[in-house]
């Protein structure tokens, strides 16, 4: 029979050895604790870092695609210029009209001219071309509408140059039709009369004005 002395000697080993393992447990379960933690940091770490390289690399590439959105659009006005250098754009008419038989410049076609030439003077003229074109009515042969036409054309081209100092390199085609292209019947009077006439068309370089 166990003494009481041996008995408490006895539940004080088993205990012992119950506890021990539990402190291990409780030990080791701390350790696995601290290690999570630590991953768990450093993940966020690692996180932070890749979500600030993210950020960045998006930041440039909306530089870059800028970047690129502004030279595409430099190269296609760039292009659009080039492409209509040789393009025009009719921005007004002015007709003026002759005797018949006659390359004279009358009275009411210098007012004509001066009035259009005042206007001219308040407006932006750098992309602008002036194309002069004679006609005829039928009343003359031929070839001698043709002279007479290409002679009003030199008539209204010398008035603009001398009087209203256009410069040369603004002129561009000047041309006599003769008694072709009327503007009206040649079989009245009226018609023939607004035949005999010349046509200043004032034309607008497309390249020149970015249009």
Same mark, same amino acid.
């Given at each position: ?53 993210? @950020? ?18 430099? @190269? ?43 206007? @001219? ?91």
């Amino acid at each position: 029979m166990l003494t009481h002395s041996k008995w408490d000697l006895r539940t004080a080993q088993a205990l012992q050895a119950y506890v021990d393992p539990v402190e291990h447990l409780g030990e080791s379960n701390q350790q696995r604790i601290t290690a999570t933690e630590t991953n768990a940091e450093k993940m966020a770490g690692q996180i932070d870092e890749n979500t600030s390289l993210s @950020a960045a690399a998006q930041a440039s590439a909306t530089r870059a695609r800028i970047t690129a959105d502004s030279a595409l659009k430099s @190269a296609t006005e760039a292009n659009k210029r080039i492409g209509g250098l040789g393009l025009y754009d009719t921005l007004k008419v002015i007709t003026v009209y002759f005797q018949s038989g006659s390359s004279v410049l009358l009275v009411e076609a210098r007012a004509t001219i001066d009035d259009e030439a005042d206007w @001219a003077a308040v407006q932006n003229t750098k992309a602008w071309v002036v194309e002069v074109v004679g006609f005829a009515d039928s009343s003359g042969g031929v070839e001698f509408n043709k002279q007479l036409s290409e002679e009003r054309s030199k008539a209204v081209i010398d008035y603009l140059v001398l009087k209203h100092a256009l410069p040369l390199d603004r002129i561009i085609r000047p041309f006599g039709f003769g008694s072709e292209k009327p503007a009206a019947d040649n079989a009245t009077r009226d018609g023939r009369a607004e035949n005999r006439r010349v046509e200043i068309r004032v034309l607008v370089n497309r390249g020149i004005a970015g249009i």
